[in-house]
């Protein structure tokens, strides 16, 4: 993987949200065609959480979304991002965008059971 990437993806999980959008950002200038969309997608998705971490729920909400669908158009690239185990945590983020409820704080219903509230996301290697 490339350096760049790896050093975004440790940024993100330490929630280094801004920091993980620039050095993620470094390399998608470089990048083409798919790869090019599935880095922004990231990006997109970094800079969401720095929105929320500055108290800025317009700014999360439009870049959560924006980046959700540019996940949804590819494929981990042969990266070993595991994409799916990403777009899963980030589902209870997209309903707290969309209700205004903090799912850090508050319960909500997975399915038919009662649960936590969701951790912030973090992006994991494939197995």
Known sequence: MHRGIEE????FNAQRFFEAHEALEAVWLKATGDEKVFLHGLIQI???FHHHTRR???GFRSLLE???AKLA???SLGTEIDLEALRRQLR???RFAEHGTDPRTARYVAGSRPGP???LPRIERLA
């Open 46 to 48: 970094a800079a969401a």
């Open 8 to 11: 975004g993806i440790r940024l």
């Open 66 to 68: 924006k980046g959700l």
């Open 56 to 58: 800025n729920p317009a």
């Open 73 to 75: 158009r590819v494929s």
């Open 92 to 94: 209870p983020w997209r």
């Open 117 to 119: 509230a969701p951790a």
